[in-house]
Nanobody, 126 residues
């Protein structure tokens, strides 16, 4: 079975940092693209970053570019999301998800992703 498990969330102060992890199993990890999304109650899920399988090309939303860094360790079947300079508006549940193929134009569409983790809460306090 495909499984994605997020970890690393928590309560941090503004301008602090966090590293989220997404541990995957049940599929050939390095063949697939992994995205991170976030959602707050009452709002649509937002795609924030994605890393492609194979060459590891990253895609970032404008709202996080320069503060978020995605990386993947195919030996550990894990994707990492380093978040720096946290802002209160980064508060959300963060989900990772697996996709067979995304492009530069489609990576942020949640409909592209087949499997999702359970999410990890990130709360930024001011």
């Amino acid at each position: 079975d495909v499984q994605l498990v997020e970890s690393g969330g928590g309560l941090v102060q503004v301008v602090g940092s966090l590293r989220l992890s997404c541990a995957a199993s049940g599929f050939i990890f390095d063949d697939y693209d992994i995205g991170w999304f976030r959602q707050v109650p009452g709002k649509e899920r937002e795609g924030v970053v994605c890393v492609e399988g194979g060459d590891g090309s990253p895609h970032y939303s404008d709202s996080v570019k320069g503060r978020f860094t995605i990386s993947r360790d195919d030996d550990k079947n894990t994707v990492y999301l380093q978040i720096n300079s946290l802002k209160p508006e980064d508060t959300a549940v963060y989900y990772c998800a697996e996709a067979s193929f995304v492009s530069d134009h489609s990576w942020s569409g949640d409909w592209k992703y087949n499997y999702w983790g359970q999410g990890t809460q990130v709360t930024v306090s001011s």
